[in-house]
T-cell receptor, first 116, second 113 residues
Framework: GAGVSQSPRYKVAKRGQDVALRCDPI?????LFWYQQALGQGPEFLTY????????KSGLPSDRFFAERPEGSVSTLKIQRTQQEDSAVYLC??????????????FGPGTRLTVL | GENVEQHPSTLSVQEGDSAVIKCTYS??????FPWYKQELGKGPQLIIDIRSNVGEKKDQRIAVTLNKTAKHFSLHITETQPEDSAVYFC????????????FGKGTSLLVTP
């Protein structure tokens, strides 16, 4: 079946621009996660949704980062006034319907954001 | 919070040899330990995971061992093939980290023919 999809795959932004990154999770997955992966590093947690509720946003690095999932399926990660340090791959993951700790997280291909 | 250390950062083996990657974690409450493989330009793909109620799990050429007392877990790949070449990440999660996975920094594995 279809996996997690993300768009765009690549995004180049000038410093100060706003960007919006989209994630389509696996159908029926109630849990959705965003991670940030800097070059040569492991993914780092940003935020977590269960259905439309954002249960944890402790990993968002600043108030310029905002995520939403209004209907409990597609999610958008928005970054306002982008800075060079925001350059990274942004990964989305979803997990199977139980929504429990320790459920397998399935990752999308990521969006590579480059801020000039 | 949870801190996951992963070693080595790079590993080169000859085809057919075994590869071992080791991780340690700091939070004794962590109880779920997945391993992901990431190829260039792709997202991480789960290859095997283990929960804290077992000490070892095997799936064909891949095995993972967990030592809860020492707080470390390892990935073993036997009979390596060139297509095993990729970056491998360990991760840990548990009630103290909520639902988030805490990843190590990755091991770049190169299998030479």
């Amino acid at each position: 079946g279809a996996g997690v999809s993300q768009s765009p795959r690549y995004k180049v932004a000038k410093r100060g621009q706003d960007v919006a990154l989209r994630c389509d999770p696996i159908s029926g997955h109630v849990s959705l996660f965003w991670y940030q992966q800097a070059l040569g590093q492991g993914p780092e947690f940003l935020t977590y949704f269960q259905n439309e509720a954002q249960l944890d946003k402790s990993g968002l690095p600043s108030d310029r980062f905002f995520a939403e999932r209004p209907e409990g399926s597609v999610s958008t990660l928005k970054i306002q006034r982008t800075q060079q340090e925001d350059s990274a791959v942004y990964l989305c993951a979803s997990s199977r319907p139980r929504g429990l700790v320790g459920d397998t997280q399935y990752f999308g291909p990521g969006t590579r954001l480059t801020v000039l | 919070g949870e801190n996951v250390e992963q070693h080595p950062s790079t590993l080169s083996v000859q085809e057919g040899d075994s590869a071992v990657i080791k991780c340690t974690y700091s939070d004794s409450a962590s109880n779920y330990f997945p391993w992901y493989k990431q190829e260039l330009g792709k997202g991480p793909q789960l290859i095997i995971d283990i929960r804290s109620n077992v000490g070892e799990k095997k799936d064909q050429r891949i095995a993972v061992t967990l030592n809860k007392t020492a707080k470390h877990f390892s990935l073993h790949i036997t009979e390596t093939q060139p297509e095993d070449s990729a970056v491998y990440f360990c991760a840990a999660s548990g009630k103290n980290s909520g639902y988030a996975l805490n990843f190590g920094k990755g091991t770049s594995l190169l299998v030479t023919p």
